[in-house]
């Protein structure tokens, strides 16, 4: 299939397979899955191919040895610069603590351009047509409701591309949603800017080599529920940063980030490289993220988890699972929501209950007094909170919930509340394990999830946010 032969105003068969809008994680893992099975896919990006991968990033790779394998490891793990990294240092100064939490699995420090050209390359050796400096401006649908192409401005020109299945991978603020009529389908429309938050990353370079290489450090801003990070690429070259929700008064983020490096002697003389800065979706996933002919995946879906902000192995699993998917809705030739629905079943299995408790902390820690709730975090063992970090719940023995009640004197009101709050988290994991199978059942699995819901606002005191 030719170029042109697809970005032609008037066709009028579906000339591409898939278009999937965003050259990103989730963008690349789901073009090379699709091209993998032989199918015409495009990926359309509005960078120009030079910048093209240049995205907004922590660079810290979670669960680093187990990507899908639509793009082959070999291809990606040259951008892996730091593989060292086994714990995470939380510094709390008002407790002049810092807490040593391990991280399970496996975790890369990356650079994150490298890793964005070598996704690229992989969704392109993979069989995957680039399309770059195409801006997708709207979403085109038949009487039907079925999403059918889209229309994009390519180097100032008007053009139109038809598919089978589009695949929105644009990323947080993706704008694709905002034109689809998904009167016809459950797709998850119920999104708000208060759900996101603002993050801004500078790469640094130092003259000698931190002492803390073998970790990623977090420290919590002073003003409001976000927290800055230092996570080093190698022992010389950090990416630094921080990030708020949005429903917080806004901050002067680069302030607070450079008034905290300037109180760092190992920064003292760094260099700054590179700057950038953008939006990410701190909420649980899409309850559904497919409509006839449309699927959106990772951060367009929100598939970040909402305590840590990791959103790139999310965004690849959710690239090969949509790929997956679409590859039998085309070969049933059955492009409904009742087919594309396994993708739904799939994320929430893998990650997506997970992030939904995960979620439940980000709305207690929203309405808590912050020094209280730091104190109390300072008092706990640190291998059970980086087991709620990343599972979503942790299992914690007598001894152990003894010993933090006599640390934590002073903060037994907030200790009663996180209790609770834990048992909200579960109570929705375990819901979510429950997640259904067609759309017909979900109308019913949602109405349970809202009560779930309406029970973490009531424990935690926050104002609902869903
Ligand atoms: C500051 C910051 C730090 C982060 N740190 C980490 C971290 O350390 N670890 C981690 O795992 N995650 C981190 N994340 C989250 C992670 O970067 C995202 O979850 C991940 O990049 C999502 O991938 P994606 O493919 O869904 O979207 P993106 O990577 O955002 O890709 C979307 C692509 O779509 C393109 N696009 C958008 N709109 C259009 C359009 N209309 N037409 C054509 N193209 C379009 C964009 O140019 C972009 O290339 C961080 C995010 C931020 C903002």
């Known amino acids: 299939m030719s170029a042109q032969s697809g970005t032609t105003d008037t066709a009028t ?43 907004a990033c922590g660079d810290a790779l979670k669960g680093a040895d187990g990507f899908p394998d639509a793009i082959p490891m070999e291809q990606i793990e040259p951008a892996f610069t730091n593989t060292g990294v086994d714990h995470g240092r939380f510094e ?55 999403v059918t192409g889209v229309k994009a401005i390519q180097r100032g020109e008007p053009r139109t591309y038809d598919a ?13 949603q905002d034109m689809v009529d998904f009167s016809g389908s459950t797709f ?17 370079h130092v003259d000698e080599p931190v002492e803390w290489d073998d970790a990623l450090v977090f420290k919590p801003t002073e003003r409001s529920a976000g927290y800055l990070w230092y996570f080093p690429r190698t022992e010389t070259e950090i990416n630094v940063g921080l990030g708020f929700q949005m429903s917080e008064e806004p901050m002067k983020l680069v302030e607070d980030l450079k008034r905290d490096l300037r109180a760092r002697p190992e920064f003292t003389g760094a260099e700054v490289t590179d700057k950038l800065g953008a939006a990410l979706p701190t ?27 990791g959103g790139m192995a999310g965004a690849a699993y959710a690239g090969a699972y949509a790929g997956e998917q679409i590859i ?73 919930k003894l010993e933090t009640l006599l640390k934590s004197r002073g903060h037994w009101g907030t200790l009663w509340t996180l209790y609770q709050t834990k048992q909200r988290a579960e109570e929705l994991l375990a819901h979510y394990e429950a997640y259904p199978s067609t759309p017909e059942r979900f109308p019913a699995w949602q109405q349970r999830r809202d009560e779930l819901m309406d029970a973490v606002y009531e424990t935690t005191g926050a104002e609902p946010k869903y």
């Open 13 to 55: 068969k579906p000339p591409w397979d898939v278009v999937v809008v965003g050259a990103g994680t989730a963008g690349c893992y789901a073009a090379a899955t699709i091209a993998n099975a032989g199918y015409d896919v495009v990926v359309l990006e509005r960078k120009t191919e030079s910048e093209a991968g240049h995205i």
């Open 92 to 146: 709390i100064p008002q407790e002049d603590t810092v807490l040593e939490i391990p991280i399970p699995g496996e975790l890369a420090v990356i650079d994150r351009l490298e890793y964005g050209k070598r996704i690229i390359d992989g969704a392109r050796e993979a069989g995957a047509e680039l399309h770059y400096e195409t801006v997708v401006t709207d979403v085109c649908q038949d009487e039907t409701g079925r």
């Open 164 to 176: 089978t299945v589009v695949v929105d991978g644009a990323g947080s603020l993706s704008v694709l």
């Open 188 to 204: 998850d429309t119920n999104v708000d800017y208060s759900q996101f938050s603002s993050a801004y990353r500078e790469i640094v």
């Open 283 to 309: 909420k649980r996933p899409h309850d559904s993220a497919v409509h006839p002919g449309f699927v959106a995946i990772g951060d367009a879906a929100g598939h970040v988890n909402p305590t840590t902000g």
């Open 328 to 400: 039998e809705a085309i070969e049933s030739e059955d492009v409904s929501e009742e087919t594309l629905w396994r993708y739904n079943e799939r994320v929430m299995d893998h990650y997506g209950g997970r992030f939904a408790a995960l979620d439940v902390y980000n709305i207690l820690v929203m309405a808590s007094d912050l020094d209280d709730l730091t104190s109390l975090i300072a008092a706990m063992p640190g291998d059970k909170l980086s087991e709620a970090l990343y599972s979503g719940k942790a299992s914690v023995g007598w001894k152990v």
